[in-house]
């Protein structure tokens, strides 16, 4: 896969904000209760072996088999075979998961599109009246972890617009789905059982254990396994709830990130004035220079503010080329990635906590002429790039550093501006 995708960790719970499905349901499913006949029917995009419709079909067929198959690795986790039978009992397949799995939004919409949705006026204002609500909590919070409120309420507000959007789907089905359908079986099988040890422990109720479609759960939207790690019982109830006290969603989510190694006192980045002569090839992430090195490339903050540290280091991502906005991403920066590995994601995280304190709109134009490609389209570029020698790691549709080198490397063939960008006009190129 191209971009860096980790674990899927959070990227499920914006599904649930942006993502509109519009695939008809189709009949009964042979051998299948009837609220999986929502699922399409259809391959997913990605083009793995594992999403095809039959073995999608072959995977379900199977689905008792391999939750029996999952009880001893249960068991080595401590978990009895009472609170095993009592946690899958009556579990079918979600396939309808299938359908939201290679459609990530982080992936397939325009970073300019992408921010629109997730920075509105409504969510800042929501995002103000939580920090002011829970203001108490928020001041014990900074003390304990050192992480900024604002970064905390952006990622409640993203992932669940702040608690009324976190999904209905019952984590134990949703991850046992993952766990036995699809091509993320292995991941999914570490989140299952964790789900199971959540339940198990009694740390939140099976009724009230429901989430995205990737089993992400919770006002922050905690997959298992993040939960196993960070989540903490800051009310000092005895248990770590990230579903209903505020206390332990604020914490556990502190946590999260400082763990992650967040920065106390510092920001994500800064949007930055790019000069029309400048070498993008040097706009990769794993070129970091200090504030100070950028400046001698001709780098200044939009709007002409200094910046206020210039030992601080930082790659520059130019998600639109030449024709858009430059950012200087900074430690925190990967840091939010950390919590969910989309750039887009974590531009939005970091924009928003900005606009909660008071901060202005980003301040250069988008190319909002530029027609967006289509995952179809994605998968075509990446193909036409690897025909022609350039590696961008397995095709998938979804744009990353490597495709943007790849991109770079191939307009500098061109004798065009290697920006990155992969725009429309540069897909009817590579046809040719």
Request: glycine share 10%; with cysteine.
């Amino acid at each position: 896969m191209d971009t860096c995708m980790q674990p899927i960790g959070k990227i499920a719970a914006i599904l649930a904000l942006v993502l509109v499905v519009t695939s008809p349901a189709l009949g009964q499913i042979p051998g299948l209760l009837p609220n999986t006949s929502q699922w399409s029917g259809e391959s997913g995009a990605s083009g793995h072996p594992l999403m095809t419709s039959d073995a999608i079909r072959a995977s379900a067929a199977n689905f008792d088999q391999c939750i029996a198959g999952l009880w001893p690795p249960a068991a080595r986790r401590g978990v009895t075979k009472a609170a095993y039978d009592a946690a899958t009992a009556g579990l079918t397949p979600d396939l309808k998961i299938m359908d939201f799995m290679d459609s990530q939004p982080e992936f397939t919409k325009s970073f300019w599109d992408y921010l629109d949705t997730l920075v509105s006026d409504a969510r800042i204002a929501g995002g103000r009246a939580m920090l002011a609500q829970h203001r108490a909590t928020f001041d014990a919070v900074e003390r304990a972890y050192g992480v900024d409120r604002h970064i905390i309420t952006a990622i409640w507000g993203v992932e669940s617009n702040y608690g009324t959007q976190g999904g209905e789907r019952p984590v134990l089905r949703s991850t046992a789905t993952l766990a036995c359908v699809g091509r993320r079986q292995a991941y999914f099988r570490d989140e299952f059982l964790t789900a199971v040890e959540i339940v198990a422990r009694g740390d939140v109720h099976p009724d009230r254990l429901k989430g995205s479609w990737a089993g992400a759960f919770g006002p922050t939207q905690f997959m298992p396994t993040a939960f196993k790690r960070y989540a903490v019982d800051f009310d000092g109830d005895g248990r770590r709830d990230v579903v209903d006290s505020i206390a332990d969603v604020i914490a556990s989510t502190a946590n999260n990130l400082k763990r992650d190694g967040w920065n106390s006192g510092q920001t994500w980045g800064y949007e930055v004035v790019v000069p029309a002569d400048f070498n993008f090839m040097q706009a990769d992430r794993s070129h970091q220079l200090t504030v100070r090195e950028w400046e001698r490339h001709g780098l200044r903050r939009a709007g002409g503010a200094p910046f206020p540290r210039h030992d601080d280091r930082g790659y520059l991502l130019a998600p639109a080329g030449v024709q858009g906005p430059g950012f200087l991403m900074l430690q925190n920066f990967r840091v939010i990635m950390k919590y969910n590995p989309a750039e887009a994601y974590a531009l939005a995280i970091g924009h928003l906590a900005d606009r909660l304190r008071g901060g202005e709109p980003f301040i250069q134009p988008w190319p909002r002429h530029e027609r967006v490609l289509s995952r179809q389209e994605r998968l075509e570029f990446q193909q036409h790039l690897a025909r022609r020698g350039y590696d961008i790691g397995e095709p998938d549709g979804q744009f990353g550093g490597r495709t943007r080198a790849a991109v770079r490397s191939f307009q500098v063939s061109q004798g065009q501006v290697a920006d990155g960008f992969a725009s429309a006009a540069l897909l009817d190129l590579l046809r040719r």
